[in-house]
Structures are given as C-alpha cells and as structure tokens.
C-alpha cells in the first residue's frame, strides 16, 4: 500500500481487460478511488467480484461506442457523489477482443469495412467521446488529467511474419486507431493548457496473457529486454502518469515496451 494516488479519483474505461484490472488493482492499492467501466459481461462482473466490496471502487457499466451513453457518464458519477480527476482512455477492440469473440483473423485482404469501422468507431471515436464529455463536465470545474492509450504499435510497424502460423495477428484498424489516438493527445493538450487539464499518451508494449513459447521467443527477439510485459510493469508507468509527480507533462508519448520502438 502506498499513496501515490491519494487525492486522485480515477475514471476507467474497458477496466475489465488484461491490463484495465491491473490498473484497478493497482491504483486502489495506491490509495485512489477508483471508478471502472466496462460493457456489461463475465469481465465485468469479475471486477464487481474482486472490488465490490471496497468503498473505494465503483462501477458502471459503458459502451464508449455508444454516444448517449458517454454523455451521461460523468453527470452520473457526479450525481453519485464522485468527481474523477483523472480519466484513462483504455477501452479497446485488441486482437485479444477479436479472437476471444471465436472470428477466424482475417487477413488484410479479406478485413471488412465492418470490422474496421466497429474498431475505429471503440477505439478512436470512443475516446474522442469520452475526452469531449471530460470537457463539457470536468475540465475547468478542477484540475484533471486524461491518459490516452495508443501500443507499440502506434507508431512502429508490426513485423507480420512473427504471426504466421499464429490464432491471432495484428490488424490494420488497430494499429490505425492507435496511431490516431496520439493525434488527439496532442491537439488537446495546447487546448485544455489554460484550464489546468493534461493530457498524454501511454503506448505499452507486447503484455504477456498466455501467449505460446513459440510467440513469445518470435516477439522476444524484437524487444530489447529479450520478453514480453507483465500488466504490472504497464501498471507502473500508467500509476505515474495519473500522479501528482506527471503534473507538468503533457502532450507526451510514453513508451513501455521493453524497448522494442527504441531500435
Ligand atoms: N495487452 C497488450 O499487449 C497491449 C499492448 C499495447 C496496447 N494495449 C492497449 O491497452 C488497452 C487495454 O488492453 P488490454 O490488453 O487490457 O485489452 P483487453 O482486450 O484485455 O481489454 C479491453 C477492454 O475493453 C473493453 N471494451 C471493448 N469494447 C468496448 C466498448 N465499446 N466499450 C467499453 N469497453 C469496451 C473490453 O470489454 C475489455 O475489457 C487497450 O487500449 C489496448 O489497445 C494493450
């Protein structure tokens, strides 16, 4: 336990994932409040099953693709009595979304508009919702940070072949999407400056989530550090980036990726 995170009141969305329950759990035990989102579902309901009961944590449940439902959400929290001074941008069609909805992974050639519209549509519009939301409801009422999450993959190419053979392969829309997000970091940064709000971006790096041998020595090889991240080791810098101690940052691109963007 520490208080890194004292005085924060932390908005999340897609809390339920890989990396969103990591920063749940982390962030409580760094002493803030936390308020996780998710769509309605079995991770969802596990957060409720580890957190539930601590006074600290709240939930609601939000689809960040659905506008009138990001409108509402911080005039509910408010009304309930909490007021997020941080809010992470985390939510995300991933590849992990993609094959845990049992797809087979389509190719470049056979991607449909769909696919790519309904990942643009979480992923980019998403957060661009919840960012016009946090300036309508909280930016200029007290001072606030929001933490956009792009990937590696943001602004560094995939190398393709380390998926042949592989259930799951990168995708043109995320990477898209990841690339985009770090635009709205920096567009918002000089525009929110004035009224005490920062705002930058996290890319992390290839997180460990049972992926085979094979994968992680083909990934392995690409990184610096030789291996994939534990969700902790994401947690660590996003706890940093949400604290007091980021306070004169913004506009930034933070990479954890063992190195893999630094050769
Ligand atoms: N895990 C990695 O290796 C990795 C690497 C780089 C970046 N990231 C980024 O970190 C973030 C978290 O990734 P993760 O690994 O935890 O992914 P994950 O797939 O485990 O979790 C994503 C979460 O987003 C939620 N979500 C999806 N669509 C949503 C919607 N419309 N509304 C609300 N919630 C929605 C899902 O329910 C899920 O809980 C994502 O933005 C991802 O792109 C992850």
Known sequence: ?????????????????????????????????????????????????????????????????????????????????????????????????????????????NTSVSDWERTLRTNLTGAFMIARQMDRDIVGRW???????????ALNGPHHEIYQGMPFRSFSAYSTTKAGIHGLTLWLAGYWAKRQATVNTIAPGAVFNGHSDEFQRRVGALIMAGRMAQPDEIADAMLFLCSAQAGYMTGQLVSVDGGFSGW
């Open 1 to 109: 336990m520490s208080d890194q995170l004292a005085g924060r009141t932390v908005f999340i969305t897609g809390s339920g994932g890989v990396l969103g329950s990591a920063y749940v759990r982390r962030m409580l035990a760094a002493g803030a409040r936390v308020i996780a989102s998710d769509l309605p579902g079995h991770r969802a309901d596990a957060l409720m099953a580890a957190h539930g009961g601590n006074p600290n944590f709240r939930f609601y449940s939000l689809d960040v693709a659905e506008e009138s439902q990001v409108e509402t959400i911080f005039s509910r929290i408010i009304a309930d009595g909490w007021h997020p001074n941080v809010v992470l941008n985390n939510a995300a069609i991933t590849g992990e979304l993609l094959m845990g909805a049992g797809k087979p992974f389509p190719d470049f050639a």
């Open 143 to 153: 001072p606030a940070t929001l933490v956009n999450v792009a990937s590696m993959y």
